[in-house]
Nanobody, 126 residues
Framework: QVQLVESGGGLVQAGGSLRLSCAPS????????MAWFRQVPGKEREFVAG????????KYVDSVKGRFTISRDNAKNMVYLQMNSLKPEDTAVYYC???????????????????WGQGIQVTVSS
């Protein structure tokens, strides 16, 4: 059973920054693409950012481009989401997700991700 543990969430004022971390337990973590999603009550889970297994490619939802950066450290089994210039509309529960197929594609649909973290709250006050 693969576990993904998120950390780094919390409350921040608009314009501030947070860095989310995700620690997958999978031994083969460094062969799979990773992504961050977010969800607010009453809405579907939204793709935020994704990264290929070798960090060669990244992908972002338009609303976070230029503000968020996804990265990974395969040696440490960690994935990060650096969030700058945060806005109240970034408030959500953020989820780390991992695929189970090793390729160079980044998918924005949650259906392509097999393993999920428990989610961590990010709240941005105005």
């Amino acid at each position: 059973q693969v576990q993904l543990v998120e950390s780094g969430g919390g409350l921040v004022q608009a314009g501030g920054s947070l860095r989310l971390s995700c620690a997958p337990s999978a031994r083969t973590f460094n062969t799979y693409g990773m992504a961050w999603f977010r969800q607010v009550p009453g809405k579907e889970r939204e793709f935020v950012a994704g990264i290929t297994w070798n960090s060669q490619s990244t992908k972002y939802v338009d609303s976070v481009k230029g503000r968020f950066t996804i990265s990974r450290d395969n040696a440490k089994n960690m994935v990060y989401l650096q969030m700058n210039s945060l806005k109240p509309e970034d408030t959500a529960v953020y989820y780390c997700a991992m695929r189970n197929i090793g390729d160079q594609w980044i998918f924005s649909s949650a259906n392509y991700y097999l393993h999920w973290g428990q989610g961590i709250q990010v709240t941005v006050s105005s």
